[in-house]
């Protein structure tokens, strides 16, 4: 499993034009060793996926599980790879804030188009940077979007509002 790091950009290899239209297909597999954060030594985690501060996608709870395994996958239309995915954990508590369980960036100017990749995202809390959250894995691919599909994305964004990321749930 390839991992990038959550503390710093994974570098730009190559050359790819980072405002042209992409399409970023995630799968988001599963978490490994997630933090206990409800008292029975469990916690009830879900995922959070944010791009440019707005949230783009939010995965199942999976109930008492620090190993949960999600198998969701999402297909995201991004126009900016200088922008990195934001992905929080938090623990479901019932009629209560929501625990905080961890967070990774994933540098997008670091993908390669059309190779499909496993990644391991490290969680950290920035406020305790030494202390192991676990981690979740993934796969990604990032494809590129023709200008067709930019120019109906164009016209949605002028029917809807100013959002530059579509989110689309396959099953």
């Known amino acids: 499993i390839f991992g990038i790091n959550a503390a710093g950009n994974g570098g730009t290899q190559h050359s790819l034009p980072t ?25 009830d985690p879900y995922v959070k996926f944010k791009i440019a501060g707005k949230e783009v996608f939010r995965s199942k709870i999976i109930h008492k599980n620090l ?15 200088q922008e990195p995915l934001y992905f929080k954990v938090f623990d479901y508590d019932f009629g209560l804030q929501d625990d905080f369980m961890g967070s990774a960036y994933l540098y997008l100017d670091s993908l390669e188009l059309q190779r499909p990749l496993d990644v391991r ?4 809390d920035p406020h305790c940077p030494d202390q192991d959250l676990g981690s979740l894995e993934l796969a990604v691919t990032l494809f ?22 579509k ?3 396959m099953f």
């Open 67 to 81: 190993n949960p395994v999600w198998d969701e996958r999402v297909c995201l239309i991004v126009d900016n790879l």
């Open 167 to 169: 989110t689309f749930i």
């Open 121 to 124: 995202l490290d969680l950290q």
């Open 144 to 165: 590129p979007r023709s200008t067709e599909d930019r120019e109906a994305l164009r016209q949605d964004e002028q029917r809807f509002s100013k959002v530059t990321v």
């Open 19 to 43: 405002s042209a239209m992409y399409q970023l297909d995630i799968v988001l597999k599963k978490g490994n060793n997630l933090a206990i954060r409800d008292r029975g030594g469990t916690s």
